[in-house]
């Protein structure tokens, strides 16, 4: 081998090679096994299941992608520091680890460990939200939705209108509208708790912000001297889709891009569930000392002592390991391609229609290319859900969005229901013959569609209902 050069194109000739096979840059260590009921009963269990894949037993189901939060792969290194977990009270190692990597990831210097990001979004909601006040979101997730108007705000969304479009390949789908946030700004400023940047955009077709976005909110907001915070629950995945989609950050390292785009914002929550590769974790990091210290004190009353928030301490070893991996760029790639591989057998083979280009998070696949004879009303979401796990055994997520936004120009509020299925990603979990299983059984239920009615609420509770609902079909 030639020195210089020519080392450098034979990296990039092995990472091509990579790329082009989708062969995982890891190897699997533990399995564990997989079950298929038969026909006949998956069609028992989902009736039992008041037609929700929700209630079903994840021992039911073959595949599952019904979410990709919490269900990660650790590696052998995260496992090897769970046992190094120093479970004292006080003062354990373990919280040393976890405040170090967050510290180091986040560059902000007060870490406050939660037990998962809705954890961090009580504690939060109520520091910064009063009655009636808005808050601005490119979209919120649905519990950060649900904690605000537990404290009576109003959660705006204000993702632009190329979301609505599947075909429409703009890079970064998941940005605020800055029209939009211009003049619900001019409008109600002085009713705006703060501006909530979710990185990934999760409802939002799981798309990504630019940092030009990130730029051009900041700028807004601090015209009015409105605080800006992050959810950043996806941050690392928001990164590399800025290394790859937007120019001038093509030799940045993801680590690098995850630093600038919080230095955007007074602080950030995550759920330590996506990114950080865990199975539960999360966190509150914030620039302000005096705001720690409020944190802190609710920290004590909702979730633990501040050197574990709710957490074993072993659990706070996994986070500041999973961060880092999380955050590894063959890793990020792999993720990344797969998933956009999967979208293109999707509608390749099953003949369906996936908002492009595919997110981070999953797949989110277009209702009407399904079920065109289907109303909204008829829940076309339900019946691909059941679809799916009675022809495969496959769990999807059939999810609403409730979109609360400005119209433009006068900034009026506006409501809207955005209905669609995620096909998730649990990470580091399925290989690519699982996914063409899934392709499949899509097909599948692609060619049955026409027969499938619809179906109907039957009850639903009223905080994140469309988790707890029952349905009968039409
Ligand atoms: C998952 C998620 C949350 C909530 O976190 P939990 O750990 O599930 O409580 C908040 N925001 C985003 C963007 C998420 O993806």
Redesign the pocket.
């Known amino acids: 081998m030639k020195p210089g050069v020519s080392a450098e194109h034979e990296r990039a000739a092995d990472l091509d090679l990579m790329a082009a096979t989708l062969a995982e840059p890891y190897r699997i260590k533990v399995v564990e096994r997989l079950q298929m009921r038969s026909r006949g009963e998956r069609e028992r269990l989902l009736s039992d299941a008041g037609n929700s894949v929700f209630y079903l037993e994840s021992s039911d189901v073959f595949i599952d992608l019904g979410t990709d939060?919490?269900t990660a792969a650790m590696s052998d290194e995260q496992w090897a520091a769970l046992m190094r977990g120093d479970e004292a009270y006080v003062r354990s190692r373990s919280f040393g680890s976890f405040e170090r990597s967050v510290r180091d990831v986040t560059g902000y210097p007060h870490v406050i460990p939660t037990h998962?990001?809705?954890?961090a979004?009580n504690i939060l909601m109520e520091l910064l939200v009063s009655p009636s006040q808005l808050v601005l979101s490119n979209a919120h997730?649905d519990?950060?939705r649900a904690h605000i108007e537990r404290r009576q705000g109003k959660p705006i969304d204000l993702v632009g209108d190329a979301l609505w479009d599947f075909d429409e390949r703009a890079p970064f789908k998941g940005n605020f509208d800055l029209a939009k946030l211009a003049v619900a700004l001019e409008r109600y400023h002085q009713h705006v708790a703060f501006v909530s940047i979710?990185i990934t955009n999760?409802l939002a077709c799981s798309s990504p912000v630019s940092m030009e976005n990130i730029r051009g909110v900041k700028a807004l907001a601090d015209a009015r001297g409105i605080p800006v915070y992050f959810?950043a629950?996806?941050m690392s995945e928001n990164a590399y889709f800025i290394k790859t989609r937007e120019r001038g950050y093509e030799n940045a390292t993801i680590p690098q891009i995850v630093r600038e785009m919080l230095s955007y914002g007074e602080g950030c929550w995550m759920?330590a569930?996506?990114d950080a590769l865990v199975n539960i974790g999360?966190f509150i990091a914030l620039q302000d000392e005096a705001m720690a210290r409020r944190c802190q004190e609710k920290l004590v009353l909702y979730e633990g002592f501040p050197s574990y928030g709710g957490l074993a301490r072993r659990d706070l070893e996994a986070v500041a390991v999973g961060l880092k991996e999380g955050m590894d760029e063959q890793y990020l790639a792999h993720r990344a391609r797969l998933l956009a591989h999967f979208g293109e057998r999707l509608e390749a083979v099953a003949g369906i229609k996936v908002s492009k280009p595919v997110g981070g998070?999953g797949v989110f696949v277009q209702l009407e290319s399904v079920y065109p004879h289907l109303t909204p009303a008829e829940l076309p979401g339900v019946a691909l859900a059941a679809d799916m796990y009675r022809e495969g055994g496959v769990r999807v997520g059939a999810i609403p969005f409730h979109l609360r936004t400005v119209s433009l120009p006068d900034g009026e509020i506006t409501e809207r229901l955005f209905q669609f299925a995620r096909f998730a990603l649990p990470r580091r979990v399925y290989t690519k013959s699982h996914l063409e299983y899934v392709v499949s059984v899509m097909a599948r239920v692609k060619q049955l569609a026409s027969r499938n009615k619809g179906y109907r609420v039957v009850s639903e509770p009223e905080v994140l209902g469309h988790f707890f609902a029952r349905f009968e079909p039409l």
């Open positions: 939060s919490g998962q990001g809705r954890g979004e997730f519990t950060t979710t999760n959810d629950s996806r759920s569930k996506k999360g998070s």
